[in-house]
């Protein structure tokens, strides 16, 4: 389970400070091909996760472009590591970063935006203090959703980490494996430690969403 | 200081193309119907919206400049604007609003006092009336030390009572502050009651006979308000 949380931890935090300009690019800005951008941010929300990870194994392998350039850099491989599992964990749960990111700035008056802009700020003060403090809710759902998301991730993490002890045996892997060996106990347990957690995360973000809505 | 602005724009149902100055210590009424265009013009004034073509100038500064492709944008052009529905950021309280961009936090105090509103420093905007928010808007245009007040229909969301006593405010106010302003209104009294210059505007142009026009089919509605003095229409060049 540490190991479980340590990945969710460590998405959770490098996806909220990772979606937040995305998702200000996608709510504010018009470029040409913005939809293809976006369709691509949401891409792993609809692939299927043995897809996503035979694709980072091919990127992350010692062939592959980010692999190989690790491997000159650091002299060690990217595959099975918490650092490859905690990227594949990224990339997996970005769109659940992006999407009530974005909701949540699209919905602020632009009226407040104009303010800002009269009243001296630039564009990225503008983004810190009058943006994000009214999109609080949205970034909390954000992290919420991408914590779930996280902590609930089997078939990239598997393929791109394996199943080390300590270092990319996440709960879910843990579980497939204890089934495997029959033994229904440890499964049990395991995934009885899952049920508290992901519903009090989903009451908090039933509280968040009711709190905007009012 | 005299703002000066002279530019066209084209809208969905017409073009705005209008020409005026406004100088220190002076208030100038843009009035019209609704949906005429004084909006627009203000906010380009405030650099919100881009003419097609045109000037605006501030002084000796150029704020935008057609041919010259000179646009500063709204940050740089220091000016407090007053919008319709005031803008209050809702996450901070009524002083932390006023005193978002204030120069110094201790004028804020004074604001607060001139617009008795001192004793809701701490409260949000949603838990205030419309007049104190408008009072709020007020003061976080001012607390900027703006070189240009624009006010945008303000009262439109206030009762009459409060509006009478608003519109006092703003008078009095006026002869404190050094700048030129330029008030959006659509309601004659009002503006006999507050302007220094008139200046109607009708499908984005000037238009001095719709006063007059407004005046005569609804007699009464343009009474103006005892003690408004007779301003003198605006100066086109």
């Given at each position: 389970?540490?190991?479980?949380l340590?990945?969710a931890l460590?998405s959770t935090?490098v996806l909220?400070v990772?979606?937040a300009?995305?998702?200000?690019?996608?709510?504010?800005?018009r470029f040409?091909?913005?939809?293809f951008?976006e369709a691509?941010?949401?891409?792993?929300?609809a692939?299927?996760p043995t897809?996503i990870?035979?694709?980072l194994?091919?990127l992350?392998?010692?062939?592959g472009w980010i692999g190989s350039?690790?491997e000159k850099?650091t002299?060690?491989?990217?595959l099975?590591t918490?650092?490859g599992?905690?990227?594949?964990?990224?990339?997996y749960s970005?769109?659940?970063?992006?999407?009530p990111?974005?909701?949540?700035?699209a919905?602020?008056?632009?009226?407040l935006l104009?303010?800002?802009?009269i009243l001296?700020?630039?564009k990225?003060?503008?983004?810190?203090r009058?943006i994000i403090?009214n999109?609080?809710?949205g970034?909390a759902?954000a992290a919420?959703?991408?914590?779930?998301?996280s902590?609930?991730?089997?078939?990239?993490?598997?393929?791109?980490?394996?199943?080390i002890?300590?270092?990319?045996?996440?709960?879910?892997?843990a579980?497939?494996?204890a089934?495997?060996?029959?033994?229904y106990?440890t499964a049990?347990?395991i995934a009885?430690s899952?049920?508290?957690i992901s519903?009090?995360f989903?009451?908090l973000?039933n509280?968040?969403?009711d709190g905007s809505r009012? | 200081?005299?703002?000066?602005a002279?530019f066209?724009?084209?809208?969905?149902?017409f073009?705005v193309d209008?020409?005026?100055e406004c100088?220190?210590?002076?208030?100038m009424?843009?009035i019209?119907p609704s949906?005429?265009?004084?909006?627009?013009?203000i906010?380009m004034?405030?650099?919100?919206?881009?003419?097609?073509?045109?000037?605006i100038?501030f002084?000796n500064?150029?704020?935008?400049d057609?041919?010259r492709?000179i646009?500063?944008?709204?940050q740089?052009?220091?000016?407090g604007y007053v919008?319709?529905d005031?803008?209050l950021f809702?996450?901070?309280?009524?002083?932390?609003n006023?005193a978002?961009?204030?120069a110094?936090?201790?004028e804020?105090h004074?604001l607060f006092e001139?617009?008795?509103?001192?004793h809701?420093?701490?409260?949000?905007?949603h838990?205030?009336?419309?007049?104190?928010?408008?009072?709020?808007?007020?003061?976080q245009?001012l607390?900027?030390?703006p070189?240009l007040?624009?006010?945008?229909?303000?009262f439109s969301?206030?009762?009459?009572?409060?509006?009478?006593?608003?519109?006092e405010?703003?008078?009095s106010?006026?002869g404190?502050?050094s700048?030129?302003?330029?008030?959006?209104?659509?309601?004659?009294n009002e503006a006999l009651?507050?302007?220094?210059?008139?200046?109607p505007?009708?499908?984005?142009k000037?238009?001095y006979?719709?006063?007059?026009?407004?005046?005569?089919?609804e007699?009464?509605?343009?009474t103006?308000?005892r003690g408004?003095?007779?301003?003198?229409?605006s100066?086109v060049?």
């Amino acid at each position: 389970m540490y190991v479980t949380l340590k990945l969710a931890l460590v998405s959770t935090v490098v996806l909220m400070v990772l979606a937040a300009p995305i998702s200000y690019f996608l709510a504010y800005t018009r470029f040409p091909g913005k939809s293809f951008v976006e369709a691509l941010i949401y891409l792993p929300m609809a692939l299927p996760p043995t897809v996503i990870g035979f694709y980072l194994i091919i990127l992350m392998g010692p062939k592959g472009w980010i692999g190989s350039l690790w491997e000159k850099l650091t002299g060690g491989s990217l595959l099975f590591t918490f650092l490859g599992i905690a990227i594949a964990s990224v990339i997996y749960s970005i769109p659940f970063a992006v999407q009530p990111m974005k909701a949540a700035f699209a919905k602020i008056d632009r009226r407040l935006l104009e303010n800002a802009y009269i009243l001296g700020l630039s564009k990225r003060a503008t983004f810190l203090r009058v943006i994000i403090p009214n999109s609080f809710g949205g970034i909390a759902a954000a992290a919420i959703l991408v914590f779930l998301h996280s902590i609930g991730a089997f078939g990239v993490l598997l393929m791109v980490g394996g199943s080390i002890p300590g270092k990319t045996k996440v709960a879910s892997i843990a579980i497939y494996e204890a089934v495997e060996m029959m033994n229904y106990h440890t499964a049990g347990l395991i995934a009885l430690s899952f049920i508290p957690i992901s519903y009090a995360f989903l009451l908090l973000i039933n509280k968040l969403s009711d709190g905007s809505r009012a | 200081m005299t703002v000066s602005a002279s530019f066209r724009k084209k809208l969905k149902y017409f073009d705005v193309d209008i020409s005026f100055e406004c100088h220190s210590k002076k208030m100038m009424v843009l009035i019209g119907p609704s949906g005429g265009g004084k909006t627009t013009i203000i906010r380009m004034l405030a650099g919100l919206e881009t003419p097609d073509e045109g000037r605006i100038c501030f002084g000796n500064d150029t704020w935008f400049d057609s041919l010259r492709r000179i646009n500063v944008k709204p940050q740089k052009r220091r000016l407090g604007y007053v919008f319709q529905d005031y803008n209050l950021f809702p996450h901070l309280n009524l002083f932390d609003n006023a005193a978002f961009a204030a120069a110094d936090k201790k004028e804020v105090h004074a604001l607060f006092e001139l617009l008795r509103i001192d004793h809701l420093k701490k409260r949000k905007p949603h838990m205030v009336s419309g007049g104190e928010r408008q009072r709020c808007a007020i003061c976080q245009a001012l607390a900027r030390h703006p070189r240009l007040l624009l006010l945008d229909e303000p009262f439109s969301a206030l009762d009459v009572v409060t509006r009478r006593g608003l519109r006092e405010e703003i008078k009095s106010l006026k002869g404190k502050l050094s700048c030129p302003i330029i008030y959006v209104t659509h309601d004659i009294n009002e503006a006999l009651f507050l302007a220094d210059e008139i200046l109607p505007v009708v499908d984005g142009k000037a238009d001095y006979g719709w006063m007059q026009r407004t005046i005569t089919r609804e007699p009464g509605e343009g009474t103006p308000t005892r003690g408004a003095r007779e301003p003198r229409l605006s100066l086109v060049y």
